[in-house]
Structures are given as structure tokens and as C-alpha cells.
């Protein structure tokens, strides 16, 4: 590998954002089957040969270092359905130049490996969880797995992953009559709840029908009382954070559609077939695995990294109830 790149902050684009946050999918196979993300019948999914092994994920993670990148979230499909994800995660912690290594799960293998995932140095955590209701986590999901997604946070609550965040996809006639009890939830423990709109990314059993805006959802928060803004780290991703006065935890909005935060958006996102994207909302995109398994240099590497940051679009073209989606499916994107 190349020595001479040097430590700069390189990947910022034409409308100065300065993108240090690489999100990395490292399998597009998961052990639920979401409504809004996987469609009726079976999706082709990606052969042992087609995804980047770790030791190339690392090798890219050291390039973006050396571009910016500062912060880095694994994701997936799933990533603890993939074999070897703790010790990729202990490799992550060491690099001494990343400020914030996190993961993102549907929780449903999260209490096996909690513990080795804390000592591996993760300590902050993100839980997709869309109901309260066993029956209708079920009917969501696909799998009757909500206790054990529920132990789970539990678990990690005691052993001392902080912030834990829960993102909920929000959805009219499928779990808006939930809101009030997620934001209760950040009364009653140090949660911080994300509510996420929906976005219509691939093919799924979802549609712009569903949709509920950040507007109609804070409105309806509100009668838990009122929202008080909070300050937003220097790694912190789009959510608008709000507390409501005495909670432990926090309630944010993740408001993709109706409040594009495309203007402050810090974001790369690693495929796990190896293809950057500056965009998770657009499917442009830069491959990266080809030349890698050519044997290009980090030098050409980075140039990649480069000319994806040099494409990336001032804001994303959807909109609410419009009917431009993204063909790319989310569970291989990683969301």
C-alpha cells in the first residue's frame, strides 16, 4: 500500500460540505424481512465473490482516513449475520484517527454478542425497531422476534452502550398510532428515539401513501409536552434533536423528504459490493472494488473517493408522494 497520501481533510464538495462520515454496508443479507424494505418473493443476493472482504474494507477505510473521514458506521442488511463482524470492529476501534466507530442492527442476534461488541470498543449503538406491539412488529417485519429485540436494548442499556438510538420508520396506518409510546419511551429511559420518514428506495410492499412528515409527527409528540432543541455534536448525522423537559433520553427527526437536509449532509455510503455513493437518495455511484481487485494503488483509490465527492448533488430530487424512487434495494445500500 501507498505511504505517501498525507492527512488532510480533502473530500469536501462544490457546495462546501465537508463529508467525514463513511457508512459501510457489509452484507446485503438480513434475518428480517421489513415492509418497507424487501418486496414480495425472493431478491437476488450478492455471491461470497461479489461483496469486499475485510481486509479490503480496511484497507478503504485507511484511504478515507487519509481524505477526512473521521467518523465510520457499519451497517447493513444485517451485519451480524456475517460471520467475523466483531473482530472487523475491534480493527476499527484501533485506528486511532477515527473519532466515532458505531453500528447500526435490527437487534435480533444483538444480546449474544453485546458484550463483545462493547469490549470491542462500540459503545454507541443504533436499534431499528417500528413497533412497540409484538403482533404488529411481526407483521412489519416479517418474524415474531420483538422480545428479543426488546431484551436486547434492555441488555445493552446495563452494560453501558451510550447513546443508544432507536430509529422508527415512521408510517401512516402501519405504526402511527405508536408515536406517543416511542416518545415516551425517551421519558422513561436515556433513549434517544429517531423518527425516520419514509423513503421510497427499490422495490418494497410500501408506497408514498404511507408516508408520514416530520411536521404531523412532532405535532403529535407535542402532547408529551414541549419539544426543547439540543445542540448538535461535530459528528452528530441529520437528526434534529429535541428533549422534553425532565425525559432521560432525547426524540429526533430524521426528515429526509420534508425538510431536506441535503445542505448539511456529511454522509459517503460504502456498498457492500464495493460501489461508493455520495447520496444515499440517488443511484450514482463509483465503483470501487474493481480497481481494487486490479491492484490499483491508493492513490487511485482516493481519486475515486474524489470523484464521487465532486458528483455529489446539491440536494436529492424526491419528494413527498412523488413518484421518483431510487431503483437500488436499501438493504444492499445501507440506509
Avoid at 460540505?17 to 454496508?25: A, E, Q, T, W
Avoid at 452484507?27 to 424494505?37: A, F, K
Avoid at 425525559?247 to 445542505?263: D, N, P, V
Wanted: net charge positive.
Amino acid at each position: 500500500m501507498d505511504k505517501c497520501i498525507p492527512l488532510v481533510d480533502e473530500l469536501v464538495d462544490r457546495e462546501k460540505r465537508h463529508l467525514n462520515y463513511l457508512r459501510i454496508s457489509i452484507t446485503d443479507r438480513c434475518n428480517l424481512r421489513c415492509l418497507y424494505c424487501v418486496p414480495e418473493g425472493r431478491i437476488p443476493k450478492l455471491g461470497h465473490e461479489d461483496i469486499l472482504s475485510y481486509e479490503e474494507i480496511l484497507r478503504l477505510v485507511r484511504i478515507g482516513i487519509k481524505l477526512g473521514i473521521r467518523k465510520v458506521r457499519i451497517t447493513g442488511g444485517e451485519p451480524l449475520v456475517r460471520k467475523g463482524v466483531l473482530d472487523l470492529l475491534g480493527e476499527l476501534t484501533r485506528i486511532r484517527e477515527l473519532e466515532d466507530v458505531s453500528m447500526t442492527t435490527n437487534g435480533v442476534l444483538l444480546a449474544a454478542n453485546a458484550q463483545r461488541i462493547f469490549d470491542a470498543g462500540i459503545h454507541r449503538i443504533n436499534v431499528s425497531l417500528d413497533s412497540l406491539n409484538p403482533e404488529k412488529y411481526a407483521q412489519i417485519t416479517g418474524y415474531h422476534q420483538f422480545d428479543r429485540v426488546w431484551e436486547a436494548i434492555q441488555l445493552v442499556r446495563e452494560i453501558g452502550f451510550s447513546p443508544i438510538k432507536i430509529n422508527v420508520v415512521a408510517m401512516r396506518g402501519i405504526n402511527d398510532d405508536e408515536i406517543l409510546d416511542f416518545g415516551r419511551l425517551s421519558l422513561d429511559y436515556p433513549f434517544h428515539i429517531r423518527f425516520i420518514e419514509y423513503m421510497p428506495i427499490g422495490n418494497s410492499r410500501t408506497s408514498s401513501r404511507e408516508q408520514i412528515m416530520t411536521p404531523e409527527i412532532q405535532e403529535t409528540i407535542t402532547a408529551l409536552g414541549t419539544l426543547i432543541p439540543v445542540d448538535s455534536g461535530n459528528n452528530d448525522g441529520p437528526a434534529r434533536r429535541y428533549r422534553i423537559a425532565g425525559a432521560q433520553g432525547e426524540i429526533g427527526f430524521i426528515s429526509a423528504l420534508s425538510h431536506h437536509f441535503c445542505s448539511r449532509c456529511n454522509r459517503l455510503r460504502l456498498t457492500a459490493d464495493g460501489k461508493l455513493r455520495a447520496c444515499l437518495l440517488s443511484d450514482r455511484h463509483e465503483s470501487l472494488k474493481d480497481l481494487l481487485r486490479m491492484g490499483g494503488s491508493d492513490k487511485q483509490l482516493a481519486e475515486i473517493f474524489r470523484t464521487a465527492v465532486r458528483h455529489k448533488a446539491a440536494k436529492h430530487q424526491l419528494c413527498p408522494n412523488g413518484v421518483t424512487t431510487v431503483k437500488g434495494q436499501m438493504q444492499g445500500i445501507g440506509g
